[in-house]
């Protein structure tokens, strides 16, 4: 399975206070990349909060006890599930949602999305939880995100609406200026630092030649390294995607003897603003890297 992501509507008991007065839902994503799609469809009607700090990814979190305090508050909690982030699990089941809606993609969608791909001899995980690189699959967060709230909060479901549909065409538009700019020059090989972009990759084309860790907060061996250093001088790598957890001495390595440029990417968004434009800024940002690696 692709991956699934988890909207877990807690109990609204509170959020209609009275006829006249309305409390703002509370919505709580587990990480930033969430949030700036919650956001785009919340924007005028809710301010949406993220639960793991800047500099911190699920691969390695440890909930504190005010972060379960915070997901205890929260109303509406936005989370990848716990295949993906298993230290949240625990946490979503003993605040005891009273709603739970999941976005599925299958195994199907997978099959198709990544057949045919060459990924330099190693195996592609079709699990790859960074669902938020796919334009398709911000799509689909948004509008069963919306689905919810306007179930929940129907006072606002044109702003909700409205929101999602203003979304769409932003994303739309961007999507379809970079299917054009992509098509027109083939990319150069390239590795990542960690196999983060599957669902960008796919969506616009691209196939990075190897990555230098399979996980961001795991170092890579030495004779791992003599492989990458290999690759990059004998198939002329041209550019390296870094992430700011990124090992300097392991990326100055891989640089020395050849004419590898690096361009960092930020699988968590954390420098974008959580507002009605972040996402879309993001994949951007995301592409323009990539275009600079062509």
Known sequence: MLGT????AGLFSNVVMSADKTETINVLASIKPLQLIAQAVTAGVVDTHVLLPAGTTPHDYALKPSDLMRVYKADLLLWLGAAYEPYLAKAVKMRGVADLAVLNFDDTQVQERHEGHDHGGHSHLYGDPHVWFGPDEALAIAQSLVDILVQRDAANAGVYQSNLAIFRNQLS?????????????SARPYLVYHDAYSYFESHYGFTHRAEVTQQPDSKPGAKSLLQLRKMILKEGVYCLFTEPQSDGNI?????????LKVYQLDPMATDFPADKTGYVSFIKHTADRFAECR
Not at 5 to 8: Q, T
């Open 251 to 259: 990326v100055t390595l891989l640089q020395e003897g050849s004419e």
């Open 173 to 185: 538009a961007l999507d379809a200026r970079l299917k054009l700019a992509f098509s027109e020059n």
């Open 5 to 8: 992501l988890l909207l877990s």
